[in-house]
């Protein structure tokens, strides 16, 4: 009787992304998919929060090799925490799949910490049927080349160091230094917005937090060739144990540092106008992430947002279908987030106490 173990070959690839709140995970997702040369695809797609967005993202790629079905979203929980519960069942949905997939990428949420993920390959029930083909950190290039992984970085720091009733620990440090350090592959995303020597200086700030010879590649919209994320044939699993971090030495993690709430908006006028309300929370009320669809007037076509910090973008990305025409934002900051400020900030109120 053989009891040799499976082999990589006999097994599905997956690829992990991580990376922190807003640094293009999505994007990038999204263009493999597009660029995927006939490879069947599978995703999970996990978000902190109650309304999933990144989901619906990627469902609208209309993709063949990669279907609606084979999207599997895991909302108001963090993968990193809920792996028997969730991810297991989602990974069974997609293997019962036929065709069978030839490859899954796990999208975790911004605030999600990669290595109990990775462990979680050595379970029976897994370690027989996929492997961990890698672990890509992607991180925001414009805010590091800033010095910060998230917008204003220094501001919220300072406002914690001033709070005796919070741990002085830095959440957003330690969630993105987890990520880098179970990082095979970096992907430094926003390369269009910072110059030659941002760039240098976004190199040099992972150079000092890179624990091994990780290569780092500067992508502007997620644009890079499959190839590069795909078959990079690490078996991650098998040296976890060597990257460490810092929750190693916890029994149990948890996202207490950190709110998300949904704020449900009527039909806008201006997106232009509405960006700018979005920037104004980012400044004064210190949102760190919002994302989510706006109907706009005049418009039968869904308007998109990303935000990070005061950085907004927004398209049109389909058509509004069965849906109810509301818009539905989710704003993501540290513990304390001042849900009725933010609400008011949007709602275009110019005094906010």
Do not use: Y
């Not at 998230?150 to 959440?171: K, M, T, V, Y």
């Not at 190199?203 to 937090?209: F, G, H, I, P």
């Not at 009320?285 to 907004?312: C, I, T, W």
Request: hydrophobic letters at 45%; charged letters at 25%.
């Amino acid at each position: 009787m053989n009891t040799a173990a499976p082999t990589p070959l006999d097994r599905v690839p997956c690829t992990i992304v991580t990376g922190f709140l807003g640094s293009g995970k999505t994007t990038l997702i999204r263009h493999v998919l597009e660029t995927a040369k006939g490879k069947r695809l599978a995703v999970i797609v996990n978000e902190f929060g109650d309304v999933g967005i990144d989901g619906e993202i990627l469902r609208g790629c209309g993709i063949d090799t990669c279907p609606e079905e084979n999207i599997v979203e895991l909302a108001n929980g963090c993968i990193c925490c809920t792996v028997a519960d969730d991810f297991v069942p989602a990974l069974d949905a997609i293997l019962a799949r036929s065709p069978r997939v030839d490859h899954i990428l796990i999208e975790t949420s911004g605030l999600a910490l990669p290595k109990p993920l990775v462990q979680a390959f050595h379970w029976p029930a897994i370690r027989s049927r996929v492997t961990v083909d890698g672990v890509v950190a992607v991180v925001d290039g414009a805010a590091l080349a800033d010095g910060r992984v998230a917008h204003d970085h220094d501001a919220l720091s300072q406002q914690r160091a001033a709070d005796a009733s919070l741990d002085h620990d830095d959440p957003i440090e330690e969630v993105f230094d987890d990520q880098i350090a179970c990082a095979d592959l970096v992907i430094l995303t926003k390369a269009d917005l910072i110059d030659a020597a941002g760039q240098a200086r976004a190199r040099a700030a992972l150079d000092a937090e890179l624990p091994r010879g990780v290569r780092v590649v500067s992508v502007t919209e997620g644009r890079v060739d499959p190839v590069v994320l795909m078959g990079l044939g690490v078996g991650t699993e098998d040296d976890i144990e060597n990257r460490r971090t810092h929750h190693d030495d916890e029994a149990e993690h948890d996202h207490d540092d950190f709110d998300s709430f949904v704020v449900e908006v009527p039909e806008i006028a201006d997106p232009a106008e509405f960006s700018a309300r979005i920037a104004r929370a980012a400044e004064e009320a210190e949102v760190l992430r919002v994302k989510g669809f706006l109907p706009v007037a005049g418009k039968p076509m869904r308007l998109l947002v990303q935000a990070v910090g005061p950085r907004v973008a927004h398209h049109f990305d389909r058509a509004w279908g069965a849906e109810p025409r509301v818009g539905r934002l989710v704003a993501i900051g540290l513990k304390g987030l001042d849900r009725a400020k933010v609400e008011a900030i949007l709602a275009g109120e110019r005094e906010v106490a």
